[in-house]
């Protein structure tokens, strides 16, 4: 704010504020409600962190291919944003990393029906990125949190209010990825089963912290520790 770049943009009369190929900044937040991929420049790379925090009126999000990343808070406490296309799904494979927070306070937004949340090409998923969403309030009996494949977090309160003792996690089928801090601080935690055999990306702390966890078992898929 206050720069050249920044001041080039309102001049121009655009909402949304470049620095070369990133996203900035965002002016009259309340104007926004529906974002497509049109809406961002050719080219756009990534979104900065709370780029488009607390855009009150903001309900559905399709982001273009180029997007490769997506900034600590970028969409969050957006109340109205129930649907959120990420790049990857049918626009190519180019995003990398979800910030953390990234979706924090979205309160509507949830895992689409169809078709899957999180892309591929995802390799990294920062902590908290999803909490305080309608997904994450719909954890497994477990009480696992996913975004799409990967394991996001944990909950010890079901969709309908009860508490969960987590003991045990049995990953689903094709579970790609564990974001970071996924499961700090989950001390009654004792067993990991299930398809960890296809998980390839276990994300800074995953298990950090989790005192009652002796053991578990890594595989030749993965790719990465953090």
Request: glycine residues 10%.
């Amino acid at each position: 704010n206050g720069t050249k770049v920044y001041n080039d943009c309102l001049t121009a009369g655009d909402n949304i504020i470049y620095a070369d190929n990133w996203v900035v900044a965002v002016e009259n937040r309340a104007d926004i409600t529906e974002l497509s991929a049109n809406d961002f420049k050719e080219g756009t790379v990534g979104i900065v962190g709370r780029a488009f925090t607390s855009c009150e009126n903001l309900t559905k999000v399709v982001l273009p291919s180029s997007i490769k990343y997506l900034g600590d808070s970028c969409f969050a406490k957006n109340k109205a944003l129930y649907s959120v296309t990420l790049p990857g799904l049918n626009l190519g494979e180019n995003l990398k990393s979800i910030g953390t927070n990234a979706f924090y306070g979205c309160d509507k937004l949830a895992n689409p029906e169809n078709g899957n949340l999180i892309p591929a090409s995802v390799t990294s998923i920062g902590e908290k990125a999803f909490v305080d969403t309608a997904l994450w309030n719909n954890p497994t009996e477990e009480g696992v949190v996913y975004a799409g494949n990967w394991v996001v977090g944990y909950n010890t309160v079901d969709a309908e209010g009860k508490e969960i003792n987590i003991t045990t996690v049995t990953l689903k089928d094709d579970t790609i990825g564990i974001a970071d801090f996924a499961f700090l601080g989950c001390e009654s935690l004792k067993n990991v089963r299930g398809a960890i055999t296809d998980v390839r990306y276990l994300g800074t702390g995953a298990f950090y912290n989790c005192t009652g966890l002796s053991a578990i078992s890594l595989n030749e898929n993965l790719q990465e520790i953090k």
